[in-house]
C-alpha cells in the first residue's frame, strides 16, 4: 500500500515507510521484435525497485517518443499505449524518488536535446554531486537554465535531468563523444540506461554500487538493472556492465568503452533485501546469500524455540537458513493477501484504532501457545517490527524472538537507498537490548557485519556497508548540498491548485519532442 504522498508503507503499519531503492531500469535494441512490450514486461519485473512512477520511451531510427505517468507500471500502461510506442530501440523505468519530489514532471526518462537529436535517459542510483552540476549546467547556458535543450527548468527537479542537460549541452557534440566527458564528473551512485533515435547506451558509475547487467536476445540486447527482467523476456545473461564501463548498442553491434577506473563498491543492503531473491549480483544469487545469512544468524544468536516464521516476503529465505541451521520447524505465522496491492486512501483514525492489516493476518492455530523465532531483513525505525511482536501476542504466541538478518542500521544513505533520517532510525540512540525492549520482544539478534559479508560471497573491499558502518566509499560534500530536496529551491513546485486542463499538464513539449501522459496524468500532478 501507499500513502497519499505515494510513498510505500508497511503492511501492518499504515504510514510506516519501508526502506526503497531509488529505481528499476530497462532497455532493448532490437529491430524486429515488440520493444515497447518487452520493455514493459521488464519493468514489470523490476516494480519492487520503485512503485511511484513509470515510463517507456522508443525510437524508429527517427522519432523518439516518451510516454510516462505517475503509478506502478500496469497503471500507467493499457495496449493502446504501448502500441504508441513503435521502433526497434527502447528505454524504461520505474521510479522511487531519492532526489526530486514525486510527480509527473519528474517521472523518467527524461528528455534533452532538439527535435532532430534526442536524448531519452533513465537513472537508478542517486548523486551526491547534483548541486555542483546544477552550477556547471547553469554555466554553460549563461546562468539561464531554462534555456537548457531539456526538462531542467521545466518543471523536472531530479539529478537525471541535470545529466540529461549536460549531455546535451552542445547540440553540436555526438551523444557518445558527449557522454565520455560528462560521466567522469558525475559522483554517486549511477546506473543509466539511455538512447537517441538510433543508439542504445549503458553507463555504470565506477564504484558499481547499483546492478546493471547485459542480455542478449535473438534478435538483438537487453540491459537491465536485474537478471530476473532479463529472464521475464527470454533473454540469456551475458555479463554485467562494469563499473566504469559505457556501452554502446547499434546496427553495427555492440561496443565498450572506459570512462573510469572500476573501484568496486557494490551495495551490500541489495543482497540484504532491495534485489529480487531470483536474481544474481556479481555471481552470486541473491536467495542464496539471504539463506546463508540465516544460517549464520542462527549459530550467532540461537534460542530454545518451537517455531522459526518469517515476516513476509523479504524474511523467508533468512528464516528458511534459521530454521535448517537450528533444527527448529520452518512454518508461516502469518497469511498474505497477494491481491491487495497500493492504495491512496488513508486510513481513517477509527480505522487505525482497529488495527487495520490490510496484507497480514496471524494463524492462531499456528501461533498459540508456541515460542516463535520471527526473522525479518532489518529493522529501521522500529515500528514495523513492535506492531508485529504485539500482533503475534495478541494471536497467542508464548514468547516472541525477533532475529534480523543484517547489523543495524544506524547511518542513512546517499546512494540510491531511501531511509530514514538518523535520528529516526532506532538503533542510532539505543543499544541492542533497549531496541529489544521498545518493539516489544523476549529475546533480539542482529546478524554480525562480518557474516552478512561473508554471506553474499564477495570480498569486504568491494562492498559498501556505509548503513551499518557509516564509511562512506564516495566522499560526501557538505550537508547543505546533499538530499532529496536539493533541486526543489532552484525551482520551486508549481501551484498544485492552479487550473490546467489535462493536455497543459499531461505532455511536455521539449524542444519539438512530444511527451505523453495517460489521462491520468494531469490528476496525478495536482493530487495532494
Same mark, same amino acid.
Given at each position: 500500500m501507499a500513502r497519499a504522498d505515494g510513498r510505500l508503507s508497511h503492511d501492518l503499519l499504515p504510514g510506516e515507510r519501508l526502506p526503497q531503492d531509488a529505481c528499476g531500469v530497462f532497455g532493448v535494441w532490437a529491430p524486429g521484435e515488440e520493444v515497447a512490450k518487452l520493455t514493459y514486461f521488464g519493468l514489470y519485473a523490476l516494480q519492487h525497485r520503485g512503485q511511484e512512477a513509470a515510463g517507456i520511451a522508443t525510437s524508429d531510427g527517427r522519432r523518439l517518443v516518451v510516454y510516462k505517468d505517475i503509478g506502478l507500471v500496469s497503471q &500507467? %500502461?493499457?495496449?493502446?499505449?504501448?502500441?504508441?510506442?513503435?521502433?526497434h530501440l527502447a528505454v524504461g523505468h520505474c521510479r522511487y524518488s531519492t532526489t526530486g519530489r514525486n510527480s509527473w514532471e519528474n517521472a523518467q526518462p527524461t528528455l534533452g536535446g532538439t527535435g532532430d537529436h534526442t536524448v531519452a535517459l533513465t537513472h537508478n542510483g542517486n548523486l551526491i554531486n547534483t548541486a555542483e552540476l546544477r552550477d556547471l549546467l547553469a554555466q554553460s547556458h549563461g546562468?539561464?537554465?531554462?534555456?537548457?535543450?531539456?526538462?531542467?527548468?521545466?518543471?523536472?527537479t531530479t539529478d537525471t535531468a541535470i545529466v540529461t542537460g549536460l549531455l546535451t549541452a552542445d547540440e553540436d557534440v555526438p551523444l557518445e563523444q558527449a557522454a565520455l566527458r560528462v560521466l567522469p564528473q558525475l559522483r554517486g551512485a549511477?546506473?543509466? &540506461? %539511455?538512447?537517441?533515435?538510433?543508439?542504445?547506451?549503458?553507463?555504470r558509475d565506477p564504484q558499481g554500487?547499483?546492478?546493471?547487467?547485459l542480455g542478449r536476445l535473438e534478435r538483438g540486447w537487453v540491459v537491465a538493472s536485474e537478471t530476473a527482467a532479463l529472464d521475464i523476456v527470454g533473454a540469456s545473461v551475458v555479463r554485467?556492465?562494469?563499473?566504469?564501463?559505457?556501452?554502446?548498442?547499434?546496427?553495427?553491434?555492440?561496443?565498450?568503452?572506459?570512462?573510469?577506473?572500476?573501484?568496486?563498491?557494490?551495495?551490500?543492503?541489495?543482497?540484504?533485501y532491495l534485489a529480487r531473491p531470483d536474481t544474481t549480483i556479481a555471481g552470486r544469487q541473491v536467495y542464496d546469500a539471504r539463506v546463508e545469512m540465516g544460517r549464520r544468524l542462527a549459530r550467532e544468536h540461537p534460542v530454545e524455540a518451537d517455531l522459526v516464521m518469517p515476516t513476509p516476503e523479504s524474511g523467508t529465505p533468512a528464516a528458511i537458513g534459521y530454521a535448517e541451521a537450528s533444527g527448529?520447524?520452518?512454518?508461516?505465522?502469518?497469511?498474505?493477501?497477494?491481491?491487495?496491492?497500493?492504495t491512496f486512501i488513508a486510513p481513517s483514525q477509527t480505522i487505525r484504532q482497529l488495527g487495520i492489516r490490510l496484507k497480514l493476518n496471524p494463524l492462531r492455530d499456528v501461533i498459540k501457545g508456541k515460542r516463535l523465532v520471527v526473522v525479518d531483513d532489518s529493522i529501521v525505525r522500529g515500528n514495523t517490527q513492535r506492531a508485529l511482536v504485539r500482533m503475534l501476542r495478541e494471536a497467542g504466541a508464548a514468547e516472541v524472538h525477533v532475529r534480523i538478518s543484517s547489523p543495524p542500521v544506524r547511518w542513512p544513505c546517499f546512494y540510491g537507498i531511501d531511509f530514514a533520517t538518523r535520528a529516526e532510525l532506532i538503533a542510532t540512540g539505543l543499544d541492542i537490548d533497549s531496541v529489544c525492549a521498545s518493539i516489544g520482544a523476549d529475546s533480539l539478534g542482529y546478524i554480525s557485519e562480518e557474516s552478512m559479508v561473508e554471506a553474499t560471497a564477495q570480498d569486504r573491499s568491494s562492498l559498501c556497508t556505509a548503513c551499518f558502518s557509516g564509511h562512506y566509499p564516495i566522499e560526501l560534500p557538505e550537508e547543505g548540498r546533499l538530499g532529496k530536496d536539493v533541486l526543489e529551491l532552484q525551482f520551486p513546485v508549481a501551484d498544485p491548485q492552479s487550473p490546467a486542463s489535462a493536455d497543459e499538464v499531461g505532455t511536455l513539449d521539449v524542444d519539438r519532442v512530444r511527451s505523453s501522459a495517460s489521462a491520468g496524468g494531469a490528476a496525478a500532478v495536482r493530487r495532494p
Open positions: &500507467v %500502461f493499457d495496449e493502446s499505449a504501448l502500441a504508441s510506442l513503435q521502433g546562468g539561464d537554465l531554462s534555456t537548457s535543450r531539456g526538462e531542467v527548468g521545466r518543471g523536472n549511477f546506473s543509466l &540506461v %539511455f538512447c537517441d533515435e538510433s543508439t542504445l547506451y549503458a553507463a554500487v547499483r546492478p546493471l547487467v554485467e556492465v562494469e563499473p566504469g564501463e559505457l556501452i554502446a548498442i547499434d546496427e553495427n553491434g555492440l561496443r565498450t568503452q572506459r570512462f573510469a577506473e572500476p573501484a568496486p563498491k557494490r551495495c551490500v543492503f541489495e543482497w540484504v527448529i520447524p520452518f512454518g508461516h505465522g502469518l497469511v498474505k493477501n497477494a491481491y491487495v496491492g497500493r
